[in-house]
């Protein structure tokens, strides 16, 4: 375990982004799940 800063930059760069996309993409489910049943409830009249 004798790697360079740069390397381990590297990985915990990586790490990151592998983390953004991950989040990004749970967000946007999130914001579909969101859109989808929202408008199920107002065309059910619910909401008024």
Same mark, same amino acid.
């Given at each position: 375990?004798?790697?360079? /800063?740069?390397?381990?930059? !590297?990985? &915990?760069?990586? +790490? =990151?982004?592998? /983390?953004?996309?991950?989040? !990004?993409? &749970?967000?946007? +489910? =999130?914001?579909?799940?969101?859109?989808?049943?929202?408008?199920?409830?107002?065309?059910?009249?619910?909401?008024?």
């Amino acid at each position: 375990m004798n790697k360079s /800063n740069q390397e381990i930059l !590297k990985d &915990i760069e990586q +790490k =990151m982004i592998a /983390n953004l996309l991950l989040t !990004k993409g &749970i967000i946007n +489910k =999130m914001k579909s799940f969101n859109d989808k049943y929202s408008k199920k409830y107002v065309e059910s009249g619910a909401a008024e």
